[in-house]
């Protein structure tokens, strides 16, 4: 039987071991340095963020056992925070005695020589490194999944980016009548519109919380057409990088977007910016309630990423713009959209 | 001055007369024999529906004054329900003393010669009959836009899909700092999106409320699932129907979906469904509490419609599919998905 790990216990490396479960493989599930008082608890019966037990045949580990829980791992999934990615994944790579399959639900950028990169990018030249004769195996997840409907069962459709079709078969150990996978070779494209879907989805949090501290009741029509600018903006994205537009048009985009956009930890972000908290001060708030806003880390190291495709690029992209300048230059959003 | 008369007095003919005010444009609007009512509230000052008064240079005209309040006109905009469309188009014919220009906000299809058309094609046949010698300037609106939010001045940005390059200069009629105005020249794809829209939303409405009575809490995962679906269902239709289908991936068609989807009268009817009202019922229930949920309509149809563009289509169309056997043969949607 294949040995499967996962690193993170937040909520998505805690909600697919429900699904692998359901198929009868037990996991192996570590928590970082910030999971402690998770892992504690998972022990005793209760994920505090999923508010509900992990599945049986889940075994857990500490952080300062990295090793146990990987060494002889075949597969391991990772879902560490982007913020957190790298370093967990070079100490993954030591502990490592063969080469395991990745699949990583973790979405972002890593600071790699001087540049920024997607996270897979980076990951795959390290994993070279360390195993020069071996055949990186790598899936990057996206589609819309929030955690805590996955651990309800609640009916769910994801993707899976795969950069090798002999990775086709390992859909079988996930695919349960309540969790689908379907695949796409567009790696890239799975992997840019995960990540900047957080970035946009917190342009519907700040309008929908601006409109309701006006007393002007729903904003859909606004948020419909922020919707619709930031698919776009996304196609635009996923052609200069490398991936296909029609990934957009997908699960793994408007798919994703209309899911994040709903509810979750970039909307609450933008939510909080939008009653005029200051962003810094919004995202230490939620690191303090224990939520990370990857939108803001992806805003950041995104803009970096655009520039380095090319100046043209970012004229095209007016709300990510827009969204640059209310979170990192204090700018009022609803005065920056007039111009859009 | 143009000369500008809306007909249907219900929430759309009513919200656009708050754009052309705020331009200074004087507006006739009439109400249908079914708005006998809500002309009579206007007149005292408060549209039911709008919760509030509409501008002061609108005009109210009984459903018995249709000449009166057409015969002048060179911009007509029409906004009754599909159902009503044709037998009101043909009376403004027989009332126009010049040809008019058309601005429709009224999305579906009529019966026309034995075959079921989109209303555009069946509208513009017969202008040609009552008016040889003229051109045809046809607007079909579409985009996302809530009527209660566009009176509201919520920022809003629709498309308006024009037949003619002519028409261009329209736009300064309806343009506001809150409401803006996007051209395609695909009246077409403009047109069936939103028609279709009407449909898919009613999925989105039920798997919403049979989620909630199931006490499984929010099923975004499986809504986000449905949307995709649509949009890409969408866009084989307007293909198929000689569309483009850019136009779906656009707001047109995913920025109109999103709108539709969060709330509306397509969605509380679904709304019902899931929670185990027959759609007869609902549908009915509805109509007595003034609200007609297009959806219906459309998904008969549309049913005729597109087995009329092809065999092949439906099979492409799962989803559509099961909307019609859950609305018309009275399967259970659940039930009906897990083969999807």
Redesign the interface.
């Known amino acids: 039987m294949l040995k499967v790990s996962v690193l993170g216990a937040g909520y998505m490396g805690s909600a697919i071991t429900f699904p692998l479960s359901h198929n009868g493989i037990p996991v192996n599930l570590w928590g970082t340095w910030l999971d402690g008082n998770i892992i504690d608890s998972c022990r005793k019966g209760y994920h505090p963020k999923l508010k509900k037990a992990l599945p049986d045949s889940v075994h857990f580990y500490n952080s300062e056992d990295l090793l146990p829980c990987v060494e002889d791992a075949d597969l391991i999934i990772i879902a560490v925070t982007s913020e957190g990615f790298l370093s967990v994944y070079k100490k993954l790579l030591e502990c490592s005695n063969k080469s395991p399959l990745l699949i990583t639900l973790t979405k972002g950028f890593a600071q790699d020589n001087g540049e920024v990169k997607r996270l897979s990018e980076t990951a795959q030249r390290l994993f070279k490194e360390r195993f020069p004769c071996e055949e990186v195996l790598w899936v990057s997840v996206g589609g ?3 955690a ?3 651990s ?6 994801t993707v899976f980016g795969i950069n090798n079709q002999k990775i086709k078969d390992v859909i079988g150990l996930f695919a349960t ?1 309540y969790y689908r996978v379907s695949l796409t070779d567009d790696v890239i494209g799975v992997e840019l519109a995960s990540a900047f879907k957080n970035v946009y989805a917190i342009a519907l949090g700040i309008s929908n919380s601006i ?1 309701q501290s006006l007393d ?10 922020l ?2 600018q930031a ?2 903006e996304m ?1 635009l994205i996923i052609e200069a990088g490398g991936g296909r537009r029609d990934t957009v ?3 793994a985009g ?3 977007l ?2 994040t956009s ?2 979750g930890r970039n909307r609450k972000f933008g939510d909080y910016i939008g009653r005029g908290v200051s962003p810094k001060n919004a995202y230490k708030m939620m690191l303090e309630e224990g939520e990370v806003a990857e939108g803001y880390n992806t805003l950041s190291k995104g803009m970096i990423y655009l520039r380095q495709l090319g100046k043209g690029l970012l004229d095209e992209l007016p709300l990510f713009q827009i969204l640059y300048r209310t979170v990192f230059e204090e700018r009022d959003f609803s005065e920056e ?2 111009a859009l």
Chains 1, 2 share one sequence.
């Open positions: 819309p999944v929030k805590v409907e996955l309800n069962k609640v009916p769910t459709v009548d409109y002007k009741g729903h904003c859909d029509n606004l948020n419909a057409f919707f619709n698919a776009n196609a048009f997908d699960l408007i798919g994703d209309y899911v709903q509810s959209l007039k």
